[in-house]
């Protein structure tokens, strides 16, 4: 599963910076306006995104959850005042900071995780990952929501998307190596 879960947080980064090219495509006010959705503007959204993400890199790297908690909350505020440029260039950088650190991890290796929400529990790091990814995908599914509300066309995002544009061949002849001059996302 580690090549997997590592293909699945490249996803991730991608369907994120995916999300992050269309909202500059709008205009800048879309960013900041308030909608009914879990959180009230796409930059609170994203906001919340990567206070979350950050939070989880510090579990991932050997923070305890409360701590890492702790540390993350206070950058809640400053997403919802980023500009779209300050967002995307956050999100740069966590996804090298990611991307370096799951180069190097043993993604089978366990932790107990105290989560002050749900307790206890002994999870692999690859688990850890994954929730990463879903926790990613379900707000990028709330802002197709959002931008919908406001008028505007999201943009598709979606895993096999990601599968269908990655440029490197699946030895496998899984749907890795389809290119993305083959597929009609729409």
């Avoid at 959705?37 to 919340?48: C, I, K, Q, R, W």
């Avoid at 993604?107 to 990952?129: F, I, S």
Wanted: with cysteine; glycine share 4%; proline share 5%.
């Amino acid at each position: 599963m580690n090549n997997t879960t590592r293909n699945m947080l490249r996803y991730h980064h991608w369907a994120n910076e995916t999300m992050l090219t269309r909202l500059q495509e709008l205009p800048a006010s879309v960013f900041h306006e308030e909608t009914l959705s879990s959180y009230p503007t796409l930059s609170a959204t994203l906001g919340h995104m990567y206070v979350v993400d950050h939070m989880w890199y510090l579990v991932l790297t050997g923070t305890d959850m409360s701590a890492a908690l702790e540390q993350s909350m206070p950058l809640l505020p400053l997403g919802s005042e980023w500009d779209l440029s300050q967002c995307s260039a956050r999100f740069e950088e966590q996804k090298q900071q990611y991307t370096e650190w799951i180069e190097q991890a043993d993604l089978t290796q366990t932790m107990m995780l105290n989560n002050p929400y749900a307790g206890v529990r002994e999870l692999a790091l690859e688990e850890m990952v994954l929730q990463v990814v879903n926790h990613g995908t379900y707000h990028r599914g709330n802002m197709t929501t959002m931008l919908r509300q406001l008028g505007y066309p999201s943009v598709m995002n979606d895993y096999i998307l990601y599968l269908y544009q990655q440029s490197e061949p699946s030895p496998s002849g899984s749907l890795d190596s389809v290119r993305s001059s083959d597929c009609n996302p729409s």
